[in-house]
C-alpha cells in the first residue's frame, strides 16, 4: 500500500527511483521514512510529510546558497550551506547526496 508523502502517495520501496551511478541502490533509504514515520505512528500530527516539506525547502535554499557563494568565492558561505545540507539529507535518508555533501564539505576544509 503507497504512503502518503507531502501529499503525493509514494511505494514503501525505494522513493523517486535509484541513486544515479548506484543501480538498484534507492535515493532515499526507507528505513530512514520509516523512522520519521514512527515519531508519529498514525499519522495524524503529520510529521512525515511536515519533515520532508521542510526539507524540500531547505534543499532550493541552500542549493541557492552554495551557488551564490561560489559566484562570490565565499568559501565559508559554501561550507556552512555544504554542511547543513550533508546533516539535513542523511536525517530523511537522502544517504548519497549527504556523502556527496561530505565529499565536498572535506575539499572546501581541505583548501
Known amino acids: ?8 502517495a509514494v511505494s ?3 522513493v523517486c527511483g535509484c541513486a544515479p551511478g548506484h543501480p538498484g541502490e534507492p535515493l532515499i ?4 521514512i520509516e523512522r520519521l514515520r514512527e515519531l508519529d505512528p ?9 519533515v520532508l516539506k521542510a526539507y524540500e525547502s531547505s534543499l532550493a535554499r541552500h542549493l541557492a546558497d ?5 559566484e562570490a568565492a565565499d568559501m565559508d558561505r559554501m561550507l556552512r550551506a555544504v554542511h547543513t545540507l550533508k546533516s ?5 535518508g537522502a544517504m548519497g547526496f549527504a556523502q556527496r555533501c561530505a565529499d565536498i564539505e572535506h575539499g572546501l576544509r581541505a583548501g
Open 1 to 8: 500500500m503507497p504512503a502518503v508523502v507531502a501529499g503525493e
Open 12 to 14: 514503501q520501496g525505494p
Open 29 to 32: 533509504d526507507p528505513q530512514a
Open 42 to 50: 498514525s499519522g495524524r500530527q503529520g510529521v512525515l510529510p511536515r
Open 66 to 70: 552554495i551557488g551564490s557563494a561560489r
Open 88 to 92: 539535513s539529507s542523511a536525517a530523511v
